[in-house]
DNA sequence: TTGTAGGCGTTATCAG
DNA sequence: CTGATAACGCCTACAA
């Protein structure tokens, strides 16, 4: 079967191609009569544009990439949410890379991100070096990170979404002593480093700040199960710090069953916080706090911005780096060791 | 900046752009030297082949579309990484689509893949009705349905991969009633229509076979909160079923919590299986039983198969229904409500 | 082994 | 308002 072209439906409807196109293209300059008789063509025929014809005749192929670690799939699935939604707003097709050690490096996808001329690209996270965003930069591609914030300022057709982790660490910390707490342990998460460097860096000030050395580093393998292994283990006979903070929520989770299981007291004895909020600490018992950050809204921030950004709309010129809020998730309040039942209705 | 084509580096070498299309194509008939000088001008230039005009030059853009529900996403990220490690292995661009009630009807991106000229397109689940699938078989465009298993066998250039719900139920059943189980609940999902109805048609047939008419199938609200706000006052005076099935680790764990809560006791009183596998179903207390579906493989194979279709693959006649196998995942054994600590080892 | 020229399907510029 | 015609960047017979 042929794929029909916009010559079939310039014959068909007796007409150049010129004018198909102008009809296609919603050029306000074809006569009502024969901009009829164009449209009763292509509904004839089922003409479909090719979209990749008209990428090659306009240089813009009205398509965004979006690159993630291929790990953080299960938990950038709102944010993903976000971009997707507002993308299909503007029109924008997407193309799906995911980055991994081995089959998929960095470099391969910024090959392809190159060759297939996309508009422009979101950034997961930072999961990627300097070097990698100057090729990008190099090829003039617009692009926004989204996720944690960029060390040094955006320069040039770069934009940054993110939120402040070291502000958040920083403030937790803080409100930490003031409660008297000053025994702290984060955990460390291979998944995130950046965002775990900026929690660190605002931990440490705030140690700092208080005249103390913070040591509560702590890392382990990366999975649930080893996680809680270690843990068992290692609160049979230690106690768990007043405080763990820890980024995902099967780590918090880990943390939780483990000291929960070797008789410690949440509360009483520690407390265990997730960064990143999901609906299973509201699973759990005791059920676990959490900050929410408002995953969708950074996903569709961020696509908005950056179709901003390609339409050259001058309000970007000031405004690429936007910091998104966040708040507390309470679910369990006091030493009484009651629990909420849940307070955070999730998309399930 | 200009962007350089085919026709700078044929300067820069002092060849013929066809010759410069040749080395890019690895097309082994260009002499060694000229081929080292072409590479040469390739890489001072920072040369990178426009996919688009390839595309349209070749009426072939070697990228797949990949279709989901929005709903869906954070459940599917095993099947994801399968379906983009394979892509990647056969060099596919991945373009991303996903469907939800409000702002991308099926309709669009059926419109959207169609324009894009995507060389072939990856189904997920069936979310999507029959007229839809036959618009994309209209335009010939090769297909995998990924997920549960099609109604109607696959003809035309569509394959399906997919695990046997409804033998699954079956199965699941048949033993219930050889351990004397017969007051059995299903648990309704609103996201997985299509696997949902599989499952009650097994269920429904075991119980034929048995004599016995299947009863048990509830639903209620869809999120986790609302789920086991229900089952916390449902079961305050009525004892669970014997067994619960549910699709879902959220809806099993909402069982779970909400059982345990009002005093049933785990083995004892009730028992309940999540369909789908997750960690989190070994992070509750007691943890919950499930099936293992491999589903990065299904994925992998998914995506294998639409390869092979793309290349007209002889062996694709016979074979392009899949089924994969799966297997129980038992966290829980017996009425000693002893509980294993953790046996399933999840990428965390 | 290399170069020439036509074609892939659209858009945009200029005449008419 | 409509119709030629030259791009867009690359591939591939066909010639040389």
Redesign the interface.
Known sequence: ?K?ITIYDVAKEADVSLATVSRVINDSNVVREDTRQRVQEAIEKL?Y??????Q??AL?K?T?IS?VMS??L??YN?RI??GL??VA??YNY??????T?KG??RMQ?VI??I????VDGVILFNDNFNDEEMEVLK?Y?IPMVIVGARLDRKPEGKVGNVYVNFEKLAYDLVNESFDRGIDDITLVEDKLNLSMMNQLRRGIEKAYEEHGKEFKGYIGYD????S???FL?DYYKDKKPSRLVITF?D??A??VR?AANEAGWKSMEDYEVISILDS??L????PPINSYILPEYDMGAIAMRLLTKMLVNDPSVQEDREIEIEYSPMIREKDKTGETE??T?????
Chains 1, 2 share one sequence.
Request: charged share 25%; net charge positive; proline share 1%.
């Open positions: 079967m794929r089922g479909k544009p090719n979209a990749i014809a990428g090659l240089s192929t398509t979006i291929e790990n799939f299960a699935s993903l949410n997707m939604d299909k707003i097709n997407i193309m799906f890379h995911t991994s089959i998929s391969d090959e392809s190159i060759k297939s001329r190099e003039q990366d999975s649930y199960k996680s809680y292994n068992t995902r099967s780590q989770i880990a069953n609906k299973y509201a699973m759990v018992r039942k849940v955070f209705e999730a998309v399930s």
